[in-house]
């Protein structure tokens, strides 16, 4: 399969990328990991004009910490993510989701940034940025400017980005001691995307009790849905059995699933249901020191 | 559509080629460099047959354009092999019968190549996810896992010498 023709820059600099895409103006596409792009244009389901390749700006490859945030650079790799020491430690639900996104090979190329910018509801970090409380910053010709998660993606295939905005930062603030997170998503098979996936971080104020809970969900809405009620109902609350099925439940009642070939709308409610609710054990058994 | 210029090096060898941008790297390696051991398999971006080394991180070549390769090295099955000797890797899929067909195996050796250059004592699990991105159709896997052990056996015990050496 061959994409379309293309007219192809390599900015060196981030000045000259916004420039670029100022100048060249819709017709331009950004290109960091092209795990999505490069497959859309080969089956021709977009035929960008022009390709403005941001790989080569040195710099943007980070996963720092700094200001009590984790930074997660442009060209940073999902495969970073299954190697960084300070993701395994302080942010499991982000290498468990690392590990579960495409298989090796994609995840050598895809970025993070990239897993968010496309603004598919069926890629897996949406949910766990959502669950995290993370903001996003965005570079353009004014400057940069930060972005909520939560007003990020205001619809199918688009996000809060201007077309010539670069989403150059995921900033996530390190979670407060006594908090843990889980990422579980059921695939048919290695690479596949999510039939439904279930993103959840939790923090608890003494052994029990719920002092903040975040709640993602992949797959299963036109967009990526925060599960607000259940994350409000958590709040305050003991974590027992009885409590955490009534947030599962509440879950599922958030999500908005269609018929596909994954499975029927009724099955993709009710493995939100048991995805949420073993997500929340999991969280809760880190939270207090498990692995 | 206008050529562009680029520069890549392929198994440490340097070409200077013009190509269109849309080019996809798998086609340039096949058809403009010949070198036909990187197999097309999917060209969906899911089967791994294609995987080539590219400044050391192992990547699908039919999910990467030939103009992003410009000023960087390549590597692809047929520089496995150095100065007549067989890679350990090459060794263990011999030995340990790790192919049928053949048809997935340059791609297996090619994430192999990557993974133990960074991991030579691997657990079974371990090399199972390793090769996740890479389908093989004949074997069932158990034999290709053999090979990896065979290879990484052979590797500490610093029968090849290389390791991670050609990564460039
Ligand atoms: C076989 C296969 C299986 C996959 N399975 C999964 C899966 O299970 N879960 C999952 O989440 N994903 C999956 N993916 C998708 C993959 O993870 C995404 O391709 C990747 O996350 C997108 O990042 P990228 O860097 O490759 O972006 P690209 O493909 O380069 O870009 C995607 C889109 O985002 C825009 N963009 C990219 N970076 C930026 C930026 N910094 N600022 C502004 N716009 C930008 C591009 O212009 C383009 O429109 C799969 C892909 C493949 C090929």
């Given amino acids: 399969m061959i994409p379309r023709s293309f007219e192809y820059y390599s900015p060196r600099t981030l000045d000259e990328a916004v420039a670029l895409l100022q100048k060249l103006g819709p017709e331009a596409k950004l290109l960091s990991g092209g795990q999505s792009l490069i497959p859309m244009m080969k089956l021709r389901l977009v035929s960008p004009e022009y390709i403005v390749d941001i790989n080569r700006i040195p710099g943007l490859d980070y996963i720092s910490e700094s200001d009590g945030h984790l930074r997660i650079g442009a060209l940073a790799r999902e495969h970073q993510l299954e190697s960084s020491e300070v993701v395994k430690t302080k942010f499991p639900l982000l290498a468990d989701t690392a590990k579960v996104i495409a298989d090796p090979l994609v995840r050598s190329q895809a970025t993070v940034c990239g897993n968010l910018a496309h603004g598919d509801p069926a890629n897996d970090h949406p949910a766990t940025m959502l669950a995290l409380g993370a903001k996003v910053i965005a570079t353009g010709p004014q400057g940069q400017r930060e972005i909520a998660i939560e007003d990020f993606f205001p619809g199918l295939f688009t996000t809060a980005l201007e077309a010539e905005e670069i989403l150059t930062e995921i900033k996530i603030p390190f979670p407060p001691p006594r908090s843990g997170g889980s990422y579980l998503k059921l695939e048919r098979k290695v690479g596949d995307f999510a039939t439904a996936g279930v993103a959840v971080q939790i923090t608890l104020e003494d052994a029990e009790t719920c002092t903040r809970a975040g709640i993602g969900l992949t797959n299963v809405g036109m967009t990526p849905i925060k599960a607000k009620q259940a994350e409000a109902f958590l709040t305050g609350k003991k974590l027992d059995e009885a409590t955490i099925q009534q947030a599962a439940e509440l879950a599922a009642s958030e999500s908005q699933p269609m018929d596909d070939i994954r499975g029927s709308a009724d099955y993709k409610r009710d493995l939100v249901r048991v995805l949420t609710a073993r997500a929340l054990k999991h969280a809760l058994d880190r939270a207090k020191g498990g692995a | ?168």
């Fill in chain 2, 1 to 168: 559509m206008a050529k562009v210029p680029i520069n890549v090096k392929v198994n440490g060898v340097e070409h200077n080629v013009d190509i269109e941008p849309r080019l996809l790297l798998v086609h340039f390696l096949r058809e403009n460099l010949r070198l036909t051991g990187t197999h097309i398999g999917c060209d969906t971006s899911h089967c791994g047959a294609c995987t080539v080394v590219m400044d050391g991180r192992a990547i699908k070549s039919c999910t990467a354009f030939a103009v992003q390769a410009d000023g960087r090295s390549i590597m692809t099955v047929e520089g496995l092999e150095q100065d007549g000797k067989l890679h350990p890797l090459q060794d263990g899929f011999f030995q340990e019968h790790g192919l049928q067909c053949g048809y997935c195996t340059p791609g297996m050796l090619m994430t192999g190549y990557v993974f133990l250059g960074t991991n030579n004592n691997p657990t079974e699990d371990e090399i199972r996810h390793a090769i996740s991105g890479n389908l093989c159709r004949c074997t069932g896997y158990v034999n290709i896992v053999k090979a990896y052990q065979y290879a990484a056996q052979k590797m500490r015990e610093g029968g090849a010498e290389d390791g991670a050496k050609n990564i460039a």
